[in-house]
C-alpha cells in the first residue's frame, strides 16, 4: 500500500515551453502532496505544499507563476513548468501522507521525474 | 539556517561492516525520520523516530535521536553492497503553524559499500 506514482519519469523539452508532470496516489487518498526539487548530489528543496481542492502553498523564493501547482482530485497533484528554462532543469520529486498523519507520519514519494531543458 | 546536516557526506566500506551516519539539527522538533535513495529515483522511508523516543530498531537499523544535542544517527550493521545509496535525515517540526507536515531534508549521506 501507500504507493505514489510520478509521470513522466524523464522529458526532454526546448526553452520555452511548458511541462506537466503528474503525481498520483494509487490506492489511497492524499489530501496534501509536497512538490520538492532536487540537484545533483543535492538534498531535497521542498517547493510547495499542494491541497486537494485549495490553492498551493509556495515556499519562499518559489515562482508561483512559474511552477503551477493543481491538485484537483485527492489522488492527483499535478506541477507545470512554465516557460521553462536551462536552469529549471532538475529532478522533480512529489510526495505524499496517508490520511490523519500529515503532522506525524513518513512520507511516500514518486520515483521523480527528471526534466531536462534544451 | 540549515536543519539537517549530516556527516559524513561520503562513506565507503567493506560489504560486513557497520556504517554510522550522523545528523544533527537546529530547531525543536515532532519527529526525525531517515530515508534511502538510490541512484535517480525517489525516496523510500526507513524509519520515524519521535522526539520523545531514543532509540528504535529496524532489522538490521538502529537509530537514536538526543534532543539534548539534536543530533540523531542511523546504524546499518552487516552492510551488504545493496545498502549502496545516499541516505538523507529529515526533520519534521511541532503540530501547527505553517510547518504542518513539511519535512526538512539534510543533505545526506552517500554510502559505498564494496563487495
Known amino acids: 500500500g501507500a504507493v505514489v506514482s510520478q509521470h513522466p519519469s524523464r522529458v526532454i523539452c526546448k526553452s520555452g515551453t511548458s511541462v506537466k508532470i503528474e503525481c498520483r496516489s494509487l490506492?489511497?487518498?492524499?489530501?496534501?502532496m509536497f512538490w520538492y526539487r532536487q540537484f545533483p548530489k543535492q538534498s531535497l528543496m521542498l517547493m510547495a505544499t499542494?491541497?486537494?481542492?485549495?490553492?498551493?502553498?509556495?515556499e519562499q523564493g518559489v515562482e508561483k507563476d512559474k511552477f503551477l501547482i493543481n491538485h484537483a482530485s485527492l489522488t492527483l497533484s499535478t506541477l507545470t513548468v512554465t516557460s521553462a528554462h536551462p536552469e529549471d532543469s532538475s529532478f522533480y520529486i512529489c510526495?505524499?501522507?496517508?490520511?490523519?498523519?500529515?503532522?506525524?507520519?513518513?512520507?511516500?514519494f514518486g520515483e521523480g521525474s527528471r526534466l531536462t531543458v534544451l | 539556517s540549515q536543519q539537517g546536516e549530516e556527516d559524513p557526506q561520503a562513506l565507503s566500506i567493506q560489504e560486513g561492516e557497520n556504517a554510522t551516519m550522523n545528523c544533527s539539527y537546529k530547531?525543536?522538533?515532532?519527529?526525525l525520520q531517515w530515508y534511502r535513495q538510490n541512484s535517480g529515483r525517489g525516496l523510500v522511508h526507513l524509519i520515524l523516530?519521535?522526539?520523545?523516543?531514543r532509540e528504535k530498531h529496524s532489522g538490521r537499523l538502529r537509530v537514536t535521536l538526543d534532543t539534548s544535542k539534536k543530533s540523531s544517527s542511523l546504524l546499518i550493521t552487516a552492510s551488504r553492497a545493496a545498502d549502496t545509496a545516499s541516505y538523507f535525515c529529515?526533520?519534521?517540526?511541532?503540530?501547527?503553524?505553517?510547518?504542518?507536515?513539511?519535512?526538512?531534508f539534510g543533505q545526506g549521506t552517500i554510502l559505498t559499500v564494496h563487495p
Open positions: 529529515a526533520t519534521m517540526k511541532g503540530a501547527g503553524g505553517t510547518s504542518y507536515g513539511k519535512l526538512t
Open positions: 530547531t525543536s522538533i515532532n519527529n
Open positions: 523516530i519521535r522526539s520523545n523516543e
Open positions: 510526495s505524499a501522507t496517508l490520511p490523519g498523519t500529515a503532522n506525524t507520519g513518513e512520507l511516500f
Open positions: 499542494s491541497n486537494e481542492g485549495s490553492k498551493a502553498t509556495y
Open positions: 490506492d489511497f487518498q492524499a489530501t496534501t
